[in-house]
């Protein structure tokens, strides 16, 4: 039997073991506790890290909309070019893109163009390119081509270097792009004897179409136009020069487009207009086989505001050989006809600038 003293020892023993193994589980807990509050802190330090490197993707860049590709066909330099810097100037650079087809070798720099919306904006693989001849739908063509390996662009609208715009930038824009057609000038050319006999199979004359070359152009007919061989083949052998003793004188670039989406089965998917305007006199010209084939030219002395308004003014277009009428809509709703006219000289296109006559002035954008 233990003496008390022992026992008392023993006890004390007892309670310090006891202790310390209590002691020694508490600080084993307090350890894993801690590594589970550091193991969860630094998850949360990488995920917020993580999350500051993903944040951008949701943020930036802005989602770019689809863009109007203009496309100039230009003797050389755009002799326009102040006009169209005011027209594109603000913040939509997003929205548009320029190329412009001269003469081979023609450079647009400081010193051919006095705006930077035109600098560089050439096309390298350029033609010369003769009125009336293939030339000019190749040169279409090549525009096409250089415009389609930008796959933002989603119209294509093709300018000559007299042309105007005559409302601003935004509304030209929204005019474009709320449909889903194109904008093609076409209509039945059975009275004259454009259409050479030759073509046939490969044309006939009931898809032989006519209308202005200035059109706008949805990527998918830009893209049947780039990918076609067979029909501007044929208008290359069978289309001769347009001189007055050509017995079929073709004028590749007023029946090209039109005839090949025709050809396509895909008139249903166009607008069957243009949207840019033209003055045809059938008495001005001293040649009376050429009589109606060239547009009236506005000089200083016809740059007027009334002249403006009165472009403006249009709302339906006659066309004789279909016995039709276009009354022009936008968004469901009548509306102008055109957005763009030509030709204007520079000095016209200046005055006119001056006058703020178009939907837009240098004041309004300064």
Avoid at 40 to 46: H, I, P, S, Y
Avoid at 101 to 124: C, E, I, M, W
Wanted: hydrophobic share 40%; proline share 5%; aromatic share 14%.
């Amino acid at each position: 039997m233990l003496s008390p003293k022992l026992g008392a020892q023993s006890e004390r023993m007892k309670r310090r073991s006891s202790s310390g193994k209590f002691h020694h589980r508490w600080k084993r807990k307090f350890f894993a506790f801690l590594l589970i509050a550091i193991c969860f802190a630094t998850f949360m330090l990488m995920e917020s890290e993580y999350s500051k490197i993903k944040m951008p993707s949701f943020i930036s860049p802005p989602l770019q909309k689809p863009k109007i590709a203009f496309l100039f066909i230009a003797r050389n330099r755009i002799p326009l070019d102040i006009v169209w810097d005011v027209f594109f100037q603000g913040d939509m650079e997003n929205r548009f893109s320029i190329y412009v087809h001269s003469r081979p070798g023609f450079l647009l720099n400081a010193a051919t163009t006095r705006s930077k919306y035109f600098l560089d904006r050439q096309v390298n693989d350029s033609i010369q390119v003769d009125w009336g001849e293939a030339s000019m739908i190749q040169a279409e063509r090549i525009l096409l081509q250089s415009a389609l390996m930008d796959p933002f662009n989603d119209r294509f609208l093709f300018l000559s270097d007299s042309c105007v715009p005559l409302y601003n930038f935004s509304y030209t824009y929204e005019y474009i792009m709320s449909t889903p057609n194109s904008f093609v000038d076409s209509f039945a050319d059975k009275k004259e004897s454009r259409y050479n006999p030759k073509m046939h199979p490969v044309i006939s004359i009931d898809n032989w179409r006519k209308g202005s070359q200035w059109v706008v152009l949805t990527r998918k007919h830009a893209e049947v136009v780039v990918e076609d061989k067979t029909v501007f083949s044929m208008f290359q052998l069978q289309c001769k020069p347009a001189d007055t003793s050509a017995e079929h004188n073709c004028i590749p670039d007023e029946h090209y487009v039109q005839t090949l989406l025709t050809l396509k089965g895909l008139e249903g998917e166009i607008t069957r207009r243009s949207l840019t305007h033209s003055s045809w006199d059938l008495t001005s010209s001293r040649d009376p086989h050429r009589k109606g084939w060239h547009p009236v030219t506005y000089k200083l002395a016809d740059a007027t505001s009334s002249l403006i308004q009165s472009i403006k003014a249009i709302d339906n277009i006659y066309f004789e050989t279909e016995y039709r009428r276009e009354w022009c809509t936008s968004k469901g709703k009548p509306s102008q006809c055109f957005l763009f006219a030509r030709k204007f000289t520079r000095p016209a296109a200046l005055r006119l600038l001056n006058m703020s006559a178009f939907g837009f002035s240098r004041e309004a954008t300064t």
